[in-house]
């Protein structure tokens, strides 16, 4: 994304799909490599991604968030783990049906094999939330205690253009909230997902929001280093499929084009709990 300059304001739309600009929390002073490149060239295409966007919105398949239970315990016997998990659509199993399936599910389900114990979880998820609406939802929720925090955030604050700024800064927030509220000691901060290669959105859009999400994801691993009790953990790469570079398994992703699928929350929720541990 941006930090050295915004799109022209324009009506703001409340969809996950769309390039209103919203303001996001109160920002904090971060370096940030300005990209006077990337920014002419959006400007540029204004026009052409205003209405893209806007047709995208339209369009896209609208799928609820998976349905079941947002807190369970995962495995047998003793609880010996418990995560709280902050997201967007993606953390609220949108593409899927299950919460069983959808990431919270997979993720605690694989932490419960990789442990031989029972793995609480608690889910705060809602779509359409930017990391500064998630912050908000988080400091008004009843919240069990528990170990980690896991946080799936970003592709809003790429499509609403949140500065770089305040998107780490209410990761911050929510960090210091868990910790204050839920007991936390751990946070991992999953990176965001390759935008330039969902289906759903056209080009030039997808490549525009491509490059902004690659942006926010790097100021995000510059953001948490050397901290100790926060890491950045980057999302599983997509399989490609052979002779063809922008198509993915079925399964990988949902039928929206734009949210994971069974096969992608399976294989994210094991490789965050591989790095877990």
């Known amino acids: 994304m941006p930090s050295g300059g915004r799109a022209a304001p324009t009506p703001e739309m409340n969809s996950e799909i769309t390039l209103a600009p919203r303001e996001g929390v109160r920002a904090v002073p971060l370096a940030v490599p300005f990209r006077p490149g990337t920014l002419a060239l959006k400007l540029a295409l204004l026009p052409v991604l205003l209405v893209q966007g806007k047709r995208v919105r ?19 016997g003793r609880v ?27 993720l605690a389900q694989a932490l419960a094999e990789r442990t031989g ?38 592709v809003n604050d790429v499509v609403g253009q949140t500065r770089t700024a305040a998107f780490l800064a209410a990761l911050d ?9 839920a007991q ?42 050397g901290q100790t009790a926060r890491l950045h953990l980057p999302l599983p790469e997509a399989p490609r499929m052979p002779g063809k570079d922008d198509s993915t398994p079925e399964g990988w992703m949902a039928r929206d084009g734009f949210h994971p699928g069974l096969l992608g929350y399976r294989q994210w929720g094991r490789q965050v709990a591989e790095a877990i541990g």
């Open 58 to 76: 339209a369009t896209a398949l609208k799928l609820p968030e998976a349905a079941g239970e947002r807190h369970g315990v995962a495995g047998r």
């Open 117 to 154: 114990a029972a793995v609480g979880w608690q889910l705060v998820a809602t779509s359409g939330h930017t990391a500064g609406d998630a912050a908000r939802a988080l400091a008004g929720a009843t919240l069990q205690t528990a170990d980690l925090l896991v946080t799936a955030l970003g």
């Open 184 to 225: 936390v000691t751990h946070t991992w901060h999953c990176g965001l997902p390759p935008m330039g290669i969902f289906p759903l959105l056209p080009q030039p859009l997808r490549w525009i929001l491509g490059r902004d999400a690659a942006h926010l994801d790097d100021a995000l691993v510059r953001h948490l280093e």
């Open 173 to 181: 927030e929510i960090h210091a909230l868990a910790v204050t509220r």
């Open 80 to 106: 010996a783990l418990r995560v709280l998990i902050v997201g967007d659509s993606s953390a609220a199993g949108v593409g899927v049906g299950t919460q069983d399936e959808a990431f919270a599910g997979q």
